[in-house]
């Protein structure tokens, strides 16, 4: 690290003093602009520098920490997270947060970037996939524990609990909301095209059989360009398309135990196979879940979504101008295994222990702190990872889509070699998509993961 | 400079400690920031470099995984698929532009030129937007002109399909590189010596033999130019790749600078990256000297 | 009679390329036609299944939304050595990615017209030990896509903490060689007698230079400056590794960035898109002399 820092000042030295040599002329003038062009590029060289620099705390004695957060709810939407960020300051004015908002098409090659680039946020705000299966298994992330106290560890629920913490028991994350992640149809479109009765509106969940039987009679209607896409330009929504997949005959992703990717296995074959031949049912790998989602909120282009969630229609809410039924994947069994979301916050090791404290102050306020965590769960437009009371009391939107709560499944996406698997998964669709055979694919997508899973 | 008598050695003292003193400051920024990181990426190429772990020097195992990567390939193919068709098709394109409004009357001529500029001042990001939307499967301008003409029978999902993405992304690379050949041609047009064109109608040829033996030869050292900056420009295609397809559907789009990106970015293989990056350097610089010997003998 | 038919064909196929080259740049202009009206569409218009060609109503919603997303300090500027630091006033964000965008380009711009005009001025009339080598490496890095090198030079830009600041990407642009190259294309033109004269009448080195050589390769820098500002407006790739918070962002990435956050609002896209466009244009507009004498100088030299 040290010969970094000699090296960089050698170079900025040089540079400096390498333009107010070329500025030392005859030409009076020309000089004194020169010198002052030194000046400001001098400045600017040491402003990055001061920004990097660790342990750096302003005049005004404040700790500064960044905190990049991904749009999970209106934690993407400046106006609140601001609001939050001021109750927090109010609370505690040593410690200044700025925020960056990330999107899930490049948010996580951002990251990468800034990890490579030495100034990794130093709270990121996301899911166990990415906080304990990819960055905390690198290493990359500080351990948790602390804030897992006992008192904590009761009040969260098991099943979260487990998700934040690797094979080892170290915690990377800390949650503060969680949902179930569904798909949707356009009402209006349904029961135009008579494919409602092969729901159940009440409970929100049909069969396989019934979700091919609808496909095909909307199809038939003609009213949206297409019924459904399978979206698979890249990771953004990905969890939609495993889910869809999974629940239409059972399949699983990932062995119970976490270790091991076994989504080539034959119920997952079929599924491919039956979606495949489903006339109004594209493989597109031109979309992402947020261009899927965009395309059925216009309300005539597609007649389902697979990338859907409370947040969704929330945000959606103005632009929709029919009828929303959030729906579970179809199953054979009726017992849909719906995809949770675990959303929290992790600390990124950027080798500065007032950061961490700070980022740990933070994140301690935010989740626990008594009169600021209903607020900050509300942001998120999802539900509490522990018993708080109802936060939604009178919310029917909410209520509607709390039904889909006990569906939640096995929280699966903290397998080592995440970040590799779900680009194969990607790739394996489009592969399907452009006819491979899906076996095949399936087979080469396990063998994929499971190497990334190995190392 | 004085070149009969040999330059004395103070001279040549003098010469070198002047002449270095007015390269110090360019070549501050040459060997800091284009040799430096050249050799760091050689070097790192032989090892087995990712996020947070000490390198592991492997020698020449990324480049024979290299040659064994289908994906890799497959991108090395596009790249070269997009190089010698977007080339040509730029130089013909913009030549035949060029030569059909270059002595029009009053500002149509700059009219046109500019319009063809147009694009690159744009900047493709910007212009991008537009293109995502135009090659749209559902609402897209193209499916609804192709559909309502009937010239497509149905919706093509122009970028989501192996057949046409690579085509999209070529045409569109296309649109924004024209401008620069089209304003060079123009003016190697307007400066071919006009007195060889009209001693040559006098002896009775025809236009196009006066375009291929008089006008051809003159302007050919700008042919050449344009070839070098296209060139260099298809390989550099990125922003459109990473904008649109992501290098999918099925790798169909991939590129190397993609590629690099994807590997280093998505999956942390640094020295891979790397390696596939010198490939890519070597390949540029075969081409540049094949380039280079051919303005020579020319 | 027959020479007649000649020119008769001639005017015929003159004619139809012209009306062809017309709908070609109808074709090229549509892209920008489309994204100017587009930000002026209701959110309605834009996403009706039937492209609407020209607006039915003119909102201006669609900037109201851009420049009420996010804010940040229209500059900063520290203090070297010590904690001193001045910001701007709050502006939206937007703004400030044109500023970014537009300080990129001029010193950029700036940077590389000075150091190449003195190398290539060196490379040209000094014989000095080393300078075949020294051009060589030139020549060969010049074909170089800088893009090969990104990985070094994102841990080098990491090490010197230029990282997620605009030099990171201004500096890689000045290092680009080409300007050199150009530079001593054009510095080969000056006669040695005039230096000559200057030495005898006791002008130092940089007054034979400042004097003799930078009038002379004056119409080479105005080249080399058009050149490097399209270039580095046009440089995405290193911005997009090299920045990464929304104080440092320029406006094409910034403009990507709605993109992937904003799949449901073209609208918004499309307002980003023209204010990205709008003030390049209109400098193209206006410069366009000049855009074209340089671009067609630096390629008669290059």
Redesign the interface.
């Known amino acids: 690290m040290k010969y970094r820092k000699i090296l960089a000042m050698a170079l900025s030295c040089v540079m400096a003093f390498s333009l107010a040599a070329c500025g030392g002329g005859n030409a009076d003038k020309k000089e004194d602009a020169q010198s002052d062009k030194t000046q400001e590029e001098d400045s600017n060289t040491e402003e990055a520098g001061e920004d990097a620099e660790e342990g750096e705390s302003s005049a005004s004695g404040k700790t500064k920490i960044t905190l990049w957060t991904y749009p999970i709810g209106n934690w993407g939407d400046s106006a609140t997270v601001e609001g939050l960020l001021a109750n927090f300051h109010a609370a505690h004015d040593d410690i200044e947060v700025s925020v960056e908002y990330l999107d899930y098409a490049n948010g996580d090659d951002q990251i990468n970037t800034a990890i490579e680039g030495g100034q990794a946020p130093d709270i990121v705000m996301e899911g166990p996939e990415r906080l304990v299966a990819n960055w905390g298994a690198k290493g990359l992330m500080v351990d948790l524990s602390d804030l897992w106290t006992d008192e904590a560890k009761e009040a969260i629920y098991d099943s979260v609990e487990n998700a934040c913490q690797n094979n080892e028991g170290v915690f990377y994350e800390y949650p503060l909301c969680m949902t179930a992640h569904t798909m949707a149809i356009n009402r209006d479109v349904f029961e135009k095209a008579d494919a409602l009765q092969y729901l159940d509106e009440e409970k929100g969940t049909w069969t396989t059989e019934g979700f091919q039987k609808a496909v095909e009679a909307v199809a038939a209607s003609g009213q949206t360009t297409a019924v459904a896409a399978v979206y698979c330009k890249g990771q953004g929504g990905d969890q939609g398309t495993r889910a869809l997949i999974n629940n239409l005959y059972g399949g699983t992703f990932t062995n119970p135990e976490h270790t091991e990717y076994t989504a080539n296995n034959d119920e997952n074959v079929k599924a491919l196979e039956l979606l495949k031949s489903l006339e109004g049912i594209n493989f597109d790998a031109s979309l992402e879940g947020g261009d899927e989602v965009n395309m059925f909120c216009n309300g005539s282009t597609l007649a389902m979504a697979f990338c859907w969630n409370i947040a969704q229609e929330k945000n959606n809410a103005e632009n929709l101008g029919f009828d929303v039924l959030p729906m579970a994947f179809p199953t054979e069994s009726g017992d849909p295994q719906l995809c949770g979301g675990i959303w929290g916050f992790g600390i990124f090791d950027n080798d500065d222990d007032a950061k961490i404290e700070a980022a740990k102050t933070f994140i301690d306020f935010m989740a626990n702190d008594e009169t600021q965590v209903a607020e900050s769960v509300k942001a998120s437009s999802y539900w509490p990872v522990k018993d708080i009371g109802n936060i939604y009391e009178g919310d029917e939107l909410m209520t509607e889509y709390s039904k889909f709560i006990p569906f939640m499944g096995d929280y699966y996406q903290v397998v080592s070699g995440w970040a590799e698997a779900r680009t194969a998964w990607w790739n394996m669709l489009q592969q399907v998509g452009t006819g491979a055979d899906a076996k095949t694919a399936l087979d080469e997508f396990a063998a994929t993961a499971n190497t990334a899973a190995a190392n | 400079m004085k070149k009969k008598n040999p330059m004395s050695r103070a001279l040549v003292r003098r010469e070198t400690i002047a002449g270095y003193a007015f390269m110090v400051p360019s070549l501050i920024f040459f060997l800091g920031f284009v040799i430096y990181p050249m050799v760091q990426c050689v070097i790192t190429s032989f090892f087995d470099s990712t996020m947070n772990r000490d390198d592991i020097f492997i020698g020449f195992a990324n480049y024979a995984e290299l040659f064994q990567d289908s994906v890799f390939l497959g991108a090395l193919k596009n790249t070269i698929i997009i190089v010698v068709v977007s080339v040509p098709l730029t130089c013909i394109f913009s030549l035949w532009v060029s030569s059909v409004i270059y002595d029009l009357k009053g500002p149509l001529c700059s009219a046109f030129r500019c319009i063809f500029y147009l694009p690159v001042v744009t900047g493709s990001v910007a212009v991008t937007v537009v293109w995502k939307w135009m090659f749209n499967n559902y609402y897209g301008i193209f499916n609804y002109i192709g559909t309502n003409t009937g010239m497509i029978k149905q919706n093509i999902n122009w970028l989501g399909d192996e057949k046409f993405a690579l085509g999209c992304i070529i045409l569109i690379l296309l649109t924004t590189s024209v401008g620069q050949p089209i304003v060079l041609y123009v003016s190697a047009l307007n400066n071919v010596d006009q007195s060889l064109v009209e001693a040559a109608q006098v002896d009775g040829a025809t236009k196009m033999q006066c375009f291929w033996k008089i006008k051809w030869p003159q302007i050919m050292p700008t042919t050449l130019y344009i070839l070098v900056i296209t060139t260099i420009n298809s390989f550099q295609c990125f922003a459109l790749i990473q904008l649109l397809t992501s290098g999918g559907p099925n790798h169909s789009t991939d590129t190397i600078m993609y590629y690099i990106y994807y590997n280093a970015f998505k999956l942390y293989r640094y020295g891979y990256g790397n390696a596939m990056g010198v490939i890519l350097a070597i390949i540029i610089a075969i081409l540049s000297a094949v380039q280079f010997k051919m303005a020579k003998t020319d | 009679m027959k020479s007649n038919t000649?020119v008769n064909r001639?005017t015929i196929y003159?004619v139809i390329?012209?009306v062809a080259?017309g709908i070609?740049?109808f074709?090229?202009?549509?892209?920008?036609y489309?994204?100017i009206t587009?930000s002026f569409k209701t959110?309605a218009a834009i996403?009706s299944?039937?492209?609407q060609w020209w607006p039915s109503e003119w909102v201006m919603d669609n900037y109201q939304k851009l420049f009420s997303?996010?804010v940040a300090p229209l500059w900063?500027?520290?203090?070297?050595?010590t904690?001193?630091?001045f910001a701007g006033p709050e502006v939206p964000a937007a703004l400030r990615w044109l500023l970014n965008t537009v300080f990129m380009g001029v010193v950029s711009m700036?940077?590389t017209c000075?150091?190449?005009a003195?190398?290539g001025?060196?490379?040209a009339?000094?014989?000095?030990?080393?300078?075949t080598i020294?051009f060589s490496?030139?020549?060969?890095?010049?074909?170089?896509?800088?893009?090969?090198?990104?990985?070094?030079?994102?841990?080098?830009?990491?090490?010197?903490?230029?990282?997620?600041?605009?030099?990171a990407v201004i500096?890689?642009i000045?290092?680009?060689?080409f300007g050199?190259f150009l530079m001593k294309q054009f510095a080969e033109g000056i006669p040695?007698e005039m230096m000559?004269a200057a030495r005898i009448d006791g002008a130092g080195?940089?007054?034979t230079?400042?004097t003799i050589a930078l009038p002379l390769i004056k119409p080479g820098i105005g080249a080399l400056a058009i050149f490097t500002f399209?270039n580095s407006?046009?440089d995405?790739?290193m911005q997009?590794?090299?920045l990464?918070?929304?104080e440092t962002l320029t406006i094409?990435?910034g403009?990507?960035?709605l993109?992937?956050?904003n799949?449901?609002d073209?609208g918004l896209?499309?307002a980003g898109?023209?204010l990205?466009?709008i003030p390049?244009?209109i400098i193209?507009?206006i410069f366009?002399k000049y855009?074209?004498k340089g671009?067609?100088m630096g390629?008669?030299k290059?």
């Open positions: 000649n001639s003159k390329s012209v080259i070609f740049a074709l090229f202009a549509f892209p920008l489309w994204i587009g959110a996403n299944p039937t492209p997303r996010q900063e500027i520290h203090i070297p050595f904690e001193t630091s700036i940077l000075i150091t190449a003195m190398a001025y060196a490379l009339k000094k014989r000095f030990i080393g300078r020294v490496a030139i020549v060969c890095a010049m074909a170089l896509p800088k893009q090969v090198i990104l990985i070094p030079l994102l841990r080098e830009m990491s090490s010197l903490q230029l990282y997620n600041t605009i030099w500096f890689p000045v290092g680009w060689p050199v040695g000559e080195e940089w007054k230079f400042y399209i407006w046009n995405y790739f997009l590794i090299m990464s918070s929304t094409s990435l403009i990507a960035k993109q992937a956050e799949a449901t073209f896209i499309m898109a023209s990205a466009a390049i244009i193209f507009l366009q855009f074209t671009i067609t390629a008669v290059g």
